[in-house]
């Protein structure tokens, strides 16, 4: 059985309900993310599993204890804030003490934990700091050491990182997730920006209007979406709009031009309007090198230098693709308004709404 088990679980505000049917069974030791759109649940979930709020119906057991009737301080759980939630008239080390001090630890183990959770932050020398004196990175931390220092079963974390600078936000989630992994700590890390569920999580929760659209690892969630919704939310989505040329043989017109999807076209007739889904990565620059991919005329629109990678749009007629190519020092990019040829893989390529 699972250690973290919800099911059912249902949460109404008055007459609105923002939590619907939503079924999830985390592992110990997993870290999953809910990745979704603001105003989808997220946070709801998570405060029923922490015990902030009541769910109209439904089960969460933790540890094979039904723990919906538990107070929050009775479900041994540890939680990280999006807002800063430091004391900010106690030091770090005071902060961090402080769950320890409400257990009534003796004062000899709260020292040598509080020493324990600085080091794996690595903030030992800042102990006696108060909030102010940090930065935001580093109350976050302080923070996350908080909730560990208690041992909780189960860690939950809801946008940690959201107000944070975007190179703090890269290293913070690294560290957040080695000390996970070290800790062996089951966790649900909330946040609405796809590359960092994308990058730390065992699996992903893709939500979306109170209810989980799809459950998977991240490289499942990104290559086999299962609804429209999920293949737009994450990732960058090209839609193309197409004409089914040959239904049986897979056979569909972009632009005028043909194109063999390699999959059977099972509810629409010759003639009949499609829309396709292609990710940035099955389109590249250039004639097509693979008896898989087809060349398509296409003209430059506009290309952005991120450094290492060139962000490239161009219409193909009516359509238009955004893709990527690696920059390279020996060759500058295609400039606005040039005749390219661009090549899909069209294996690749998703029938959306079949
Ligand atoms: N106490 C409450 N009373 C009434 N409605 C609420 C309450 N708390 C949340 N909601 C509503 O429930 C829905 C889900 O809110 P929730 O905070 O779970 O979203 P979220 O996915 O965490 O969004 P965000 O990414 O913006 O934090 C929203 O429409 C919100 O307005
Ligand atoms: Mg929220």
Request: with cysteine.
């Amino acid at each position: 059985m699972s250690f973290l088990t919800i099911s059912h679980l249902k949460k109404s505000f008055g007459a609105t309900t923002v939590v619907h049917d939503f079924n999830l069974n985390i592992e110990k030791g997993e870290f999953v993310s809910f990745l979704g759109p603001s105003g989808c649940g997220k946070t709801t979930v998570l405060r029923m599993v922490a015990g902030f709020e009541t769910p109209t119906s439904g089960k969460i057991s933790i540890g094979g204890q039904d723990v919906v009737n538990l107070k929050p301080n009775q479900r041994n759980i540890g939680m990280v804030f999006q807002a800063y939630a430091l004391f900010p008239n106690m030091t770090v080390a005071q902060n961090v003490a402080f769950g320890l001090k409400v257990a009534k630890k003796p004062q000899a183990e709260i020292n040598a934990t509080v020493h324990e959770m600085l080091s794996l932050i690595k903030l030992d020398h800042l102990a006696d700091r108060y909030p102010y004196q940090l930065s935001g990175g580093q109350q976050q931390r302080v923070a996350l050491a908080r909730a560990l220092a208690t041992k909780p079963q189960v860690l939950l974390l809801d946008e940690p990182l959201s107000a944070l600078d975007a190179k703090i936000r890269v290293s913070l989630r690294e560290e957040i997730r080695a000390i996970q992994r070290k800790l062996g700590i089951t966790t649900i890390f909330v946040t609405h920006d796809q590359e960092e569920a994308l990058s730390i999580s065992d699996r992903i929760v893709v939500m979306y209007e109170g209810k989980a659209e799809q459950v998977g690892a991240p490289f499942e969630i990104y290559n086999q979406p299962s609804s429209r919704f999920v293949a737009s939310f994450v990732g960058t989505l090209n839609t193309l709009d197409a004409t089914v040329r040959d239904a049986a043989a897979g056979i569909i017109a972009i632009d005028g031009k043909d194109v063999m999807i390699g999959q059977k076209i099972t509810n629409h007739k010759v003639g009949d309007k499609i829309s396709l889904a292609v990710r940035p990565e099955a389109v590249s620059l250039g004639e097509a090198t693979d008896k898989r991919e087809t060349t398509l005329d296409g003209k430059i629109n506009s290309v952005h230098f991120l450094g290492s990678v060139i962000r490239i749009r161009a219409s193909l007629g009516e359509n238009t693709v955004s893709f990527d190519t690696f920059n390279n020092p020996s060759a500058p990019p295609p400039s606005p308004g040039e005749n390219v040829k661009v090549s899909l893989a069209a294996k690749d390529m998703l029938l959306l709404g079949q």
